[in-house]
């Protein structure tokens, strides 16, 4: 049950079913059964919920897990985490579902394919714009391009574009080289050295779906930051006078 | 020599290097980094969570060059364009 071959870095080339020019690769199959996976899940979870003391194990992993992001985004963005929880936590959750069934036998991560990642990174790279612009208004969004000065425009421009690569690039290649390294140890030694990398292989994989999203939270904070800064000075002035 | 063992060759040396380059610079970077990122706990032990979340996140910063390194030695070895192309030409 192993899809991909050692010499293959994608699990894009791995076509399941073709019909003319509409092909089925693993990237995309799987990444439905991810979907599929958080889908049922949480209806399974979310069909009966208690408000009381006694309450399912499942509901008490999703309050921890929920309170938990909200917590993270509170720290990071020291704003109410509602607006952002949806973007985030989806994210997050997504990222780190599909690199925690990675222990499945037979499964390869979607995240192992730039195509995902890729997706995910344009994802925040225009989830940035649109926060920045629903708290400051086209103007005030694009105001922050020019600041310091216009010279430093040119740079504002080419460090978004590339913490959007870096930020595709970076998932990519965790998680790709921690599959690689596993099928490379196959080869080599079969025994139990696997099972070591594959127990490292989850704790990247955590590591990773948490960067990914602190990365997102706090692109879209600075985008939106401005605005809370010069709120605050309103207050101290109101309060002065 | 013809192209196929050329660039068979260079393809290989080119991936050592690059890795073996691009391990060094994050290596030096993130001892530092680790390095004054415990010495910070141990002087304030209450900022833990917010120290530890800001040296995560750095540390896939400069952790990142490292896996350029290695995206690109991978792509040199497992899926190299040029040698592909030959192979294609060469039949």
Redesign the interface.
Same mark, same amino acid.
């Given at each position: 049950m192993d899809f991909m071959s050692l010499k293959e870095i994608s699990p894009d080339q791995v076509v399941f079913w073709q019909w003319g020019w509409f092909s089925i690769n693993a990237t995309i199959a799987f990444t439905w059964g991810v979907m599929a996976f958080m889908v049922i899940g949480s209806w399974l979870i979310t069909r009966r919920l208690s408000s009381g003391p006694k309450m399912s194990r499942w509901q008490n992993l999703l309050e921890v897990l929920v309170e938990g992001m909200r917590n993270q985004i509170r720290d990071i963005s020291q704003e109410e985490p509602d607006s952002y929880l949806y973007f985030i936590g989806t994210v997050f959750l997504f990222i780190l579902i599909s690199n925690f069934l990675s222990v499945v036998p037979g499964y390869v991560a979607p995240t192992a394919s730039l195509s995902t990642t890729a997706a995910l990174a344009i994802c925040v790279f225009v989830a940035v714009p649109v926060y920045g612009v629903m708290s400051l208004g086209v103007l005030g969004y694009l105001k922050e391009y020019v600041k310091p000065t216009p010279l430093m425009l040119p740079f504002n421009v080419i460090g978004e574009l590339s913490r959007t690569l870096a930020l595709a690039v970076r998932l990519f290649g965790n998680i790709m080289s921690g599959m690689k390294i596993v099928a490379i140890l196959l080869a080599i030694t079969p025994l139990i050295f696997p099972i070591v990398m594959h127990l490292l292989g989850l704790l990247t994989g955590t590591i990773q779906a948490y960067i990914f999203a602190v990365l997102a939270m706090v692109y879209i904070a600075s985008a939106t930051r401005a605005h809370r800064e010069k709120e605050i000075e309103d207050k101290e002035k109101g309060e002065e006078s | 020599m013809d192209s196929i063992s050329l660039i068979g060759m260079a393809s290989i040396f080119t991936a050592g290097i690059t890795i073996a380059i691009g391990a060094i610079g994050p290596a030096l970077g993130e001892g530092r980094a680790v390095a004054q990122g415990l010495a910070s706990i141990a002087q304030q032990p209450d900022e833990t969570? /917010?120290i530890t979340?800001t040296l !995560? &996140?750095g540390l $896939?910063?400069i952790? /990142?060059t490292a =896996?350029?390194c !290695? &995206?690109i030695s991978? =792509?040199l070895i !497992? $899926?190299n364009p040029f040698w592909d192309h030959v192979i294609k030409a060469g039949g």
């Open positions: - | 969570n /917010s979340r !995560f &996140v $896939a910063m952790e /990142s =896996i350029y !290695f &995206v991978m =792509i !497992f $899926a």
